[in-house]
């Protein structure tokens, strides 16, 4: 494995602070890139700015505000494409309270991220978030929510094969009865007809579940050994099936919650399906915010992470398996 590049994707940052990065690559080998930023987290003038690394460019694009707060601030960006042609931008935003007001929305674009069309409401149910990308199941989309006011994880399906707008979401009732907090689930297919999800919580401890019937019913529902402070974790499946894991590899800060104690940044891997996973590479040493994860690979086979660092920029580091 080697690092081939490290980029800033907030080329400038518009914004007194950025986070919650996510990533899309695209046919021909640009890259997309959003995060939400504004004054500080929670505020009303918190909106979604998405940028473009061009194939081959030594530098990100300048980025753009896509969905502007209006007051009603927005979070946690998802890029992932839909039906073919169309790229979709999932998010939140909020009607009231920070996080526990907001409701899931999107944005859709048909020219490769160049424009984006109106803002959708996708579920009106309060406390209903985005964090992670979704899992492509053959002509159906697979997107982790989770619940903030129960501290539970659900799904959101699409059938892409209906050019259709239309999510189902389930009850969001992973976790319900364990008495640990969980949130912000990352979806990868550990192995053949298994799915496996990883989830943060505020027990100290990434928690895991499979599913064996395309998430429609979940099981295994555990604490991994790997380490937690009640922060955001994403993971990918290379193309010879390794799992990679991005993530903070301490406890601390997690319960009430420290910002900066989010540190080190690691990246796990494993060759077993995700029983076993073993630290290759930190991606920073810390000390300060280098949190919030997202691992994609491309059409090339490289991997893509970026991730917020001291909440002033968001870092791109392109990874060689």
């Known amino acids: 494995m080697r690092v081939a590049a490290r980029y800033a994707a907030t080329n400038?940052?518009?914004?007194?602070?950025?986070?919650?990065a996510t990533l899309l690559p695209l046919d021909g080998g640009d890259l997309l890139?959003?995060?939400?930023?504004?004054?500080?987290?929670g505020l009303p003038d918190s909106g979604i700015y998405v940028a473009r690394l061009a194939s081959g460019a030594a530098a990100w694009q300048p980025p753009l505000l896509v969905a502007p707060a209006d007051g009603h601030p927005c979070g946690n960006p998802v890029l992932f494409a839909g039906a073919h042609g169309v790229i979709w931008l999932a998010y939140f935003r909020v009607w009231g309270e920070w996080c526990?007001?907001?409701?899931?929305?999107?944005?859709?674009?048909?020219?490769?991220?160049?424009?984006?069309?109106?803002?959708?409401?996708?579920?009106?149910?309060?406390?209903?978030?985005t964090k992670n990308k979704p899992l492509r199941l053959d002509n159906e989309l697979l997107l982790p929510v989770y619940d903030e006011w129960k501290w539970q994880v659900g799904m959101a399906r699409l059938d892409?094969?209906?050019?259709?707008?239309?999510?189902?979401?389930?009850?969001?009732?992973?976790?319900?009865?364990?008495?640990?907090?969980?949130?912000?689930?990352?979806?990868?297919?550990a192995e053949p007809g298994t799915l496996l999800m990883l989830m943060r919580t505020k027990a100290g401890l990434i928690w895991q579940a499979t599913s064996r019937n395309d998430g429609r019913t979940w099981e295994g529902l555990r604490a991994t050994a790997l380490r937690n402070p009640n922060a955001g974790v994403d993971m990918a499946r290379l193309r010879d099936g390794r799992l990679w894991l991005c993530f903070n590899d301490?406890?601390?800060g997690r319960d009430p919650m420290e910002w900066a104690l989010r540190y080190p940044l690691c990246l796990a891997e494993s060759t077993d399906g995700g029983r076993i996973w073993r630290t290759i590479l930190t991606l920073e040493?810390?000390?300060?915010?280098y949190s919030y994860p997202v691992i994609v690979t491309d059409e090339a086979g490289r991997v893509h992470v970026a991730y917020t660092a001291l909440r002033q920029e968001i870092r791109h580091v392109v990874l060689e398996p």
């Open 12 to 20: 400038p940052l518009p914004t007194p602070f950025c986070h919650g």
């Open 33 to 41: 890139g959003a995060w939400f930023g504004g004054t500080r987290e």
């Open 100 to 129: 526990t007001g907001g409701k899931p929305c999107a944005r859709r674009s048909f020219d490769g991220g160049a424009s984006w069309g109106p803002e959708m409401l996708l579920l009106d149910r309060s406390g209903v978030l």
């Open 160 to 189: 892409v094969s209906a050019h259709t707008e239309l999510w189902h979401f389930d009850d969001l009732a992973i976790g319900a009865g364990s008495n640990v907090p969980i949130i912000q689930g990352t979806l990868a297919e």
């Open 250 to 252: 301490t406890d601390r």
């Open 285 to 289: 040493e810390g000390p300060g915010e």
